[in-house]
């Protein structure tokens, strides 16, 4: 059982490329988030889905696309990569209700 | 919107006790949970309220008043293994953190 898995661990973008971020569950969890976190702002939530094809904004979506195709899976788009959006990606999934989010081991991107 | 509050920092020593306070400020609610983080690890979770009072899971235990949107996190016996950052959050169709406190423990 794999649980949350992201894919990269690690990358290094350029300003203005564009980027996919792949967070892929075997739980069978119906929500799913993208979190970003920097130095002293906790967890801040970019984007989040209640199901399959459904997606919504969170506290920071600006700069963030988002797509759940499949149950499974959680895509988190860079159209144009910002040195600001320079931080660690968590994705998580949780049953209903979010009692309780699972989280990948972070994604770690740098945009020089 | 939501918010929550939380202290930056909290230092103990070890094998004694400490509480880590939450206040929340949120349009939808179901409940308040907590989650560790070790450094260079991902969140973990510890422990959720959906109900006022306490519950208690180990060496840790959290409460939750609802009427004074209030919760804390109290963690007995510490261990130098505690040393790491908690983060309480809200959820309602999703689940937001506070900025988190730092723990340090001293021997």
């Known amino acids: 059982n794999a649980g949350v898995t992201q894919t990269p661990k690690f990358r290094v973008l350029k300003t203005g490329q564009s980027m996919t971020l792949l967070c892929a569950q075997d739980?069978?969890?119906?929500?799913m988030y993208w979190y970003r976190q920097d130095p002293g702002m906790g967890l801040r939530l970019i984007h989040y889905s209640v199901g399959e094809g459904t997606t919504a904004k969170g506290e920071v979506p600006d700069g963030y696309n988002v797509s759940r195709l499949k149950k499974q899976n959680f895509l988190l788009g860079l159209e144009s990569a910002a040195p600001s959006q320079t931080s660690v990606y968590f994705c998580?999934?949780?049953?209903?209700?979010?009692?309780?989010?699972?989280f990948g081991q972070g994604t770690r991107l740098t945009v020089v | 919107g939501q918010s929550l509050e939380q202290p930056s920092e909290v230092t103990a020593v070890e094998g004694a006790i400490v509480q880590i306070n939450c206040t929340y400020q949120?349009?939808?609610?179901?409940?308040l949970s907590w989650y560790q983080q070790h450094d260079g690890g991902a969140p973990t979770f510890l422990s959720y309220n959906a109900l006022d009072g306490l519950e208690e899971t180990g060496r840790f235990s959290s409460f939750l008043s609802r009427s004074d949107s209030y919760g804390y996190l109290l963690l007995q016996e510490l261990q130098m293994k505690d040393s790491a950052s908690y983060f309480c959050a809200v959820s309602d169709d999703k689940i937001i953190f506070g900025k988190g406190t730092r723990l340090h423990i001293l021997p």
């Open positions: 949120t349009s939808g609610f179901y409940g």
């Open positions: 998580a999934s949780s049953y209903r209700d979010s009692v309780e989010a699972f």
């Open positions: 739980m069978n969890h119906e929500y």
